[in-house]
């Protein structure tokens, strides 16, 4: 797609001064377009489609400044009998729309918060899907509970909704699909399947702040739903999480659990809460930065979004390369990631590997995304792991071996290539030379495959 530079620069300080990235950004963007014209793949001595710096991450101000400050002065660092945090979870509820929000350590402890509170031990079996960052299936491994993968839906990247009630036994005590890349999985069909059964569904939306099915945000559809502020998310405060719930009693226990079993923010035992528990809090100072932060956030999820639709538009036209498809009821995806699948048959047989070789030369960062979990020996050491021997037997952890197989999951890892979100906060301009990028190592696949 060609555009003039008149137009480009001015699109340019448009949303470059939206988003406070340098005019000199800008300005070498203009001309590495310029350059692309008809030229060599860059892996094969040709110029780079992308010559510039991408937005980097975090993006800080005054305003982290400033909070930071005020706590720092205070010195009221711990949440309990103090009020940023609290001010936080106020703000998060504000902009999710959900009646709860509770600040913990991390991703991670905002679903350990959550599987304490629904009280997930040893014998309990929890559904997840196999792509997912492997904290998903920690937190269940941690409770010496057992984490079944539901296969994955290829064209999306999510969880296999059809594919669930195979895998429910008298065991399954809950649901935690998780909405992978920021982009929701299909909650309407997965909320059918946890009401039929009357098995509970927790949102992994580590990824997803701000991602809306049918114009409600992500994580209040389930019982409750787990956010990660760890540095690399779209939301961050280095490290950190939050639950949201519309359930009182829910909210309660997930405030007990990360708050030594009690659920108040006295520091007293109470007698016979039977709540188990840890210090999982969030800090005051986390929750500074996170409330500045939130200030740019709306304005940054709408510009990951449009870039992505409109990357996706270009991707469109170029042949083997498929974006992950939106569910029909995603009215917003948070584009933590930006997925596609490559078909290197439709670039002369050269391996993934060398595409994104190619793609990085071209100035270009790309991955290739999660490994096969089910595959993974860290994973399949589990059935070795002398106390899941103890409590579920030689027989049942063979057989969990088994019915954690995973095919399209283990095609889709093979096949996966990622941009991280950050890249997503660039130009429109800057999708183009995305683009502009494969199309030149598709036109010189022959040759690079050959090197
Ligand atoms: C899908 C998913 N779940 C859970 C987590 C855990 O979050 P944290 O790193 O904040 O513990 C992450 C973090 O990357 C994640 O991507």
Redesign the pocket.
């Known amino acids: 797609m060609k555009t003039s530079n008149k137009m480009n620069r001015r699109r340019f300080l448009h949303t470059s001064s939206a988003l406070g990235v340098g005019l000199t950004f800008g300005l070498q963007n203009i001309h590495g377009s310029i350059a692309q014209n008809n030229k060599k793949a860059a892996i094969l001595g040709g110029p780079k489609a992308f010559n510039a710096t991408w937005p980097g991450w975090p993006i800080v101000g005054r305003a982290e400044e400033d909070e930071l400050l005020k706590v720092l002065k205070s010195g009221q660092w711990c949440r309990l009998g103090s009020k940023t945090v609290p001010r936080y979870e106020r703000e998060f509820e504000k902009i999710t729309s959900a009646k709860f929000a509770l600040a913990t350590s991390?991703?991670?402890?905002a679903?350990t918060s959550m599987l304490g509170a629904l009280d997930i031990g040893p014998g309990d079996e929890v559904i997840i899907p196999p792509y997912?960052?492997i904290?998903?299936y920690n937190v269940i491994t941690q409770n010496y509970a057992l984490p079944i993968f539901v296969d994955v839906d290829i064209e999306s990247f999510q969880i296999d909704a059809s594919k669930i009630e195979d895998a429910i036994t008298t065991s399954t005590k809950v649901m935690m699909p998780?909405h992978?890349g920021g982009s929701p999985f299909d909650v309407d069909a997965v909320l059918d399947i946890a009401k039929k059964h009357n098995i509970p569904m927790i949102e992994?939306a580590?990824?997803a702040h701000l991602a809306e099915w049918k114009g409600k945000c992500v994580g209040n559809f389930g019982l409750g739903g787990?956010f990660?502020?760890?540095a690399?998310?779209n939301l961050n405060s280095g490290?950190?999480?939050t639950i949201i719930t519309n359930d009182e009693d829910f909210y309660n226990k997930c405030y007990g659990f990360h708050h030594q079993g009690q659920n108040t923010d006295s520091a007293s035992l109470e007698p016979g809460s039977g709540i188990r528990g840890s210090n999982l809090r969030l800090t005051e100072f986390q929750a500074a930065i996170l409330l500045a932060q939130m200030t740019r956030l709306e304005e940054q999820v709408k510009r990951r979004s449009e870039n992505a639709d409109y990357l996706t538009q270009l991707f469109n036209e170029i042949d083997g390369i498929t974006p992950a498809k939106l569910y029909d009821g995603t009215t917003r995806s948070a584009y933590h990631l930006y997925m596609f699948r490559y078909d290197e048959k439709m670039f002369s047989d050269m391996s993934r590997s060398k595409f994104i070789k190619a793609l990085n030369a071209e100035g270009i960062p790309c991955y290739g995304g999660y490994t096969s979990l089910s595959k993974n020996p860290y994973v399949r050491n589990l059935a070795k792991n002398k106390h899941y021997l103890n409590v579920y037997g030689e027989k049942t952890m063979n057989d969990w071996l088994e019915r954690n197989e995973c095919p399209q999951n283990d095609k889709l890892t093979q096949e996966a290539v990622w941009f991280g979100q950050t890249m997503l906060l660039g130009t429109k301009r800057n999708m183009e030379q995305i683009a502009e990028a494969v199309k030149k190592i598709s036109r010189d696949s022959k040759a690079i495959s050959m090197l």
């Open positions: 991390s991703g991670s402890t679903l997912t960052f904290a998903t998780v992978i992994d580590c990824q787990a990660s502020m760890q690399s998310k490290e950190g999480g």
